[in-house]
């Protein structure tokens, strides 16, 4: 066979959608991610690869913590995009929505949220353009009963994309 990248392929792989949240000093802030999973069960741990421009990705590097919020099927696209497509060095992505501060001081969002996750970094990974953030699980809470928001039901059903920063940024042209 011959060695190409058919993009097509790399689309099939399936995923959740999720918020990444943490904290500079008093500067809360968070963004949407889709490469999120989890990765041992004992001791419970999870990673997050995040771009290394992300304001979130600064904010995780510096303060040790972050925190999984497992998003709804029926989140708004305006949630969505607050989160995903507005970087907090422009744009205060908590004024408006409601969270609270969990045990590691990671911001909770709660809003359209079916669960949540705490984590303390526990190791970090330079990949190409992200870093790969290996989170120990220090507390998790199960908010309410409900469908989770896949990447495919935001692509197909919302007709989401997905911006410059996010891994799978090259694969909006396959649809
Ligand atoms: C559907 C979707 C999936 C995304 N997945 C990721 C991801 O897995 N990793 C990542 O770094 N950015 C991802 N992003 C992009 C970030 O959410 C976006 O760059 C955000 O503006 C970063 O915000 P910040 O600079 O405030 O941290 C995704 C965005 C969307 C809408």
Do not use: W
Request: charged residues 25%; neutral net charge.
């Amino acid at each position: 066979m011959e060695a190409s990248i058919d993009k097509k392929a790399l689309y099939s792989l399936s995923y959740g959608l999720y918020l990444v949240c943490s904290r500079k000093s008093d500067k809360l802030n968070g963004q949407v991610a889709n490469a999120v999973m989890q990765v041992t069960a004992d001791p419970v741990s999870i990673v997050a690869c995040l771009h290394k421009e992300n304001l979130t990705t600064e904010c995780i590097k510096e303060s040790g913590i972050f925190s999984i919020s497992i998003l709804e099927e029926d989140t708004p696209m305006t949630f969505i995009g607050n989160f995903g497509f507005k970087c907090g060095r422009d744009f205060d992505k908590f004024g408006k929505c409601s969270y609270d501060i969990g045990m590691t001081g990671a911001p909770l969002v709660k809003e359209h949220t079916l669960a949540v996750i705490e984590a303390r970094l526990i190791k970090q990974v330079d990949i190409f353009t992200h870093i790969m953030f290996f989170g120990e699980v220090v507390a998790s809470c199960h908010l309410k009963e409900g469908r989770p928001l896949t990447y495919a039901h935001y692509h197909e059903v919302k007709k989401g994309k997905s911006p410059r920063n996010a891994p799978t940024f090259t694969l909006n042209e396959v649809r």
